[in-house]
C-alpha cells in the first residue's frame, strides 16, 4: 500500500515570498489534515478535510494561509506571504475515516525556510 | 484549549534498560491517547494507542494510562540504540477525534 505522498522535500524562499505543498493521502481515506512543526514542537494542525470539505481551520492563519481538496482526494497549501516564523517542517497526514480519525498516517514532510 | 505536556529531555539510558517516558494533559475529558516515534527528521509514526486506564503492552513498549491524575505513560523494556528518537504524547478530546501532540521527549539509548 502506498503512503502519503507530499512534496516537495525540501524549500527555501525568502520572506513575502509565496509557496506551494501539495500533499496526496492513501487511497481510500477520506479524512486529510495538514500540521505544521516547529523545530523542538510537537505538530500543530493547521487544517482538518473530510472528503472535500473543511472541517477545522481554527488554527489556520487565514491572512496568510490557505488550503484546498478540491477533488476529496489530494490537496495543496499555500502561504502567501511567507514570514521567518513560517520555518517549519509540513506534515501531511490521511486516515480513513470519522471513526478512526485518531490514527494517523503521515508523509515524509515538507521543510520549509524562510530567509 | 487542550495541553499536552511533556519533559522534553533529553533522557539517556543504557541499552538494555528501562526507559520511561511520561506526559499529562489538560483536559480532563480527554477520551484517547497515543504515542508517536519520530526519528530525527522523519515524520511521526504511531507505536501505541490506549483508551482506558490501566496498563497496555505490545512487545517491549507499556503503555500505562490514569485518567484521575491526567497521566500517561510509556514504558519501554530492553531499550535499544534503535529506539533513540523522540517521542511524542498526543490525546483526543471528548468528541473530537483531533489530536493535540505534546512537544516530544527525546530518548537517547547508550549502547
Known amino acids: 500500500e502506498a503512503g502519503v505522498a507530499q512534496s516537495p522535500r525540501y524549500k527555501i524562499i525568502e520572506k513575502r515570498q509565496s509557496v506551494a505543498f501539495w500533499c496526496n493521502p492513501i487511497s481510500g481515506h477520506a479524512t486529510l489534515y495538514w500540521y505544521q512543526q516547529i523545530l523542538g514542537q510537537g505538530p500543530k494542525l493547521l487544517i482538518q478535510f473530510q472528503n472535500n470539505g473543511v472541517v477545522d481551520d481554527s488554527q489556520l492563519p487565514k491572512d496568510r494561509f490557505s488550503a484546498e481538496r478540491l477533488k476529496g482526494v489530494d490537496s495543496t497549501l499555500k502561504i502567501q506571504p511567507a514570514k521567518l516564523e513560517d520555518s517549519a517542517v509540513y506534515l501531511c497526514?490521511?486516515?480513513?475515516?470519522?471513526?478512526?480519525?485518531?490514527?494517523?498516517?503521515f508523509g515524509s514532510g515538507t521543510q520549509l525556510s524562510v530567509l | 484549549q487542550k495541553e499536552v505536556e511533556q519533559n522534553s529531555g533529553p533522557l539517556s539510558v543504557p541499552e538494555g534498560a528501562i526507559a520511561s517516558l511520561n506526559c499529562t494533559y489538560s483536559?480532563?475529558?480527554?477520551?484517547?491517547f497515543f504515542w508517536y516515534r519520530q526519528y530525527s527528521g522523519k515524520s511521526p509514526e504511531l507505536i501505541m494507542s490506549i483508551y482506558s486506564n490501566g496498563d497496555k503492552e505490545d512487545g517491549r513498549f507499556t503503555a500505562q494510562l490514569n485518567k484521575a491524575s491526567q497521566y500517561v505513560s510509556l514504558l519501554i523494556r530492553d531499550s535499544q540504540p534503535s529506539d533513540s528518537a523522540t517521542y511524542l504524547c498526543a490525546v483526543t478530546g471528548a468528541g473530537s477525534y483531533q489530536l493535540t501532540f505534546g512537544k516530544g521527549t527525546k530518548l537517547s539509548v547508550i549502547p
Open positions: 497526514a490521511s486516515s480513513p475515516g470519522p471513526e478512526l480519525n485518531e490514527k494517523l498516517f
Open positions: 483536559d480532563r475529558v480527554s477520551q484517547s
